[in-house]
């Protein structure tokens, strides 16, 4: 029996979604847009990028094939076909570019209704929510009310913060309610309940999550969000992938904010780290726990918190990088009829306006050693890859996709 890794390279999409214009994201396209911006050399506030793009590990797993599939361009220094790995192009069908959905989606689960939203005024939170959120948690108030960048809200309210007691609130085109307070000056755990309170008020809304945003640092210029992040999150409505496992008796590893996702249904080892490298980390150190028939599932953040959202063209096409150099480390434990998914969630064009995610299509590449390399087409819904992961595994089939891998 085989294990199964399966890695979100959160918000690395690689456009080409048909409905992209529904969303305001006709056009975008994170990895040929950063492709293109580093063969121009072109300068961004992290400042000027030297030399071409370089991934050969996924280029050779099919990234540069399944771009070109997608969009219909190449991206410069890409491939035309991947030469050792099984890849396709992964497209949702849930209404929504957030991360719950797509990971929900690539779990088997398509979301089958609406998110509630807030809307992009000011204020944004109803008052009687607020009002609510204040009475319960006995607050003097609260901070922002507004769609915002978590980074810039701290800088810009969080000396206030530390003055008043007021937490910092705010949300954005995703469904959301961020709450970001110091870990010393207002506490960590308060912080949590306070995000437990909240989010007891906003499920009933559709708010898809609550999300804690601690940060450390004695003023503007020294604020940094620590590696404390919590989601409260609604659950997903059906048994996903990870729950068809833990049922059948495997191990779940959830790597980063994955049991968060999935409000820890079907996770049996919830395992956290902060930042890329320290999760490829911990993902390396699951495979050597995990045993047959296992599922390894991480999330690797920081190409959406640190870069995309950013709009830091540079910094993510450096830590893409820094993801493809280690690439190797993680195929070199890998057993003979193990399996390895990299895809993504969304998107998040950094040379996109705005500082939201993008809907766009995914790459799904795979690889094993038992595994010819091949094209798997354009999947018509990201259950596809979770069904497959299932196949490969020995679990029952879900309903809303198909296996897709030809061994």
Known sequence: MARVILCVLDSFGIGGAPDAKMFGDEGSNTFLHIAEHCDAGKADKAGVREGALNLPNLDSLGLGAAGL?????????????????YWAVGREVSNGKDTPSGHWEIAGVPVPFDWGYFPNTEPCFPDEL??????????????????????????????????????ICYTSVDSVFQIA??????????????????FKHTAPLMIGR??????VGQSAKEFARTGNRRDFAIAPPEPTLLDRAKEAGRQVFAIGKISDIYAAHGV????????????????????EMAQDGDLIFTNFVDFDSEYG?????????????????????????????????????????????GTDHTREQVPILCYS??????????????????ETIASWLGLKAGEHGINFLKR
């Open 268 to 287: 049996t080892h919830k395992i956290k780290a902060h930042g890329n490298m320290k999760l490829f980390d911990a993902t390396l150190e699951a495979i």
């Open 369 to 386: 050693h038992s595994l010819n390399a091949g094209n798997g087409g354009v999947r018509l819904v990201l259950s596809d890859i979770g």
């Open 210 to 215: 609550v999300i804690a945003r601690p940060f």
């Open 309 to 353: 959202h950013r709009r830091d063209v540079v910094g993510y096409a450096n830590a893409l990088e820094q993801f493809d150099r280690r690439l190797p480390e993680m195929i070199a434990k890998m057993g003979q009829d193990d399996l390895l998914v990299l895809t993504a969630d969304h998107g998040n064009d950094p040379t996109w306006e």
């Open 130 to 167: 607020i009002k609510a959120i204040i009475e319960e948690a006995k607050l003097p108030g609260i901070l922002g009310n507004i769609h915002a960048s978590g980074t810039k809200i701290i800088e810009d309210l969080g000396e206030e913060h530390i003055k008043t007691g007021k937490p």
């Open 181 to 198: 307070a110091h870990e010393e000056y207002f506490g960590l755990e308060r912080l949590y309940d306070l995000c437990e309170i909240v």
């Open 69 to 85: 599939l997608s969009s219909g361009i190449l991206a410069p220094n890409f491939s035309k076909q991947g030469k050792d790995g």
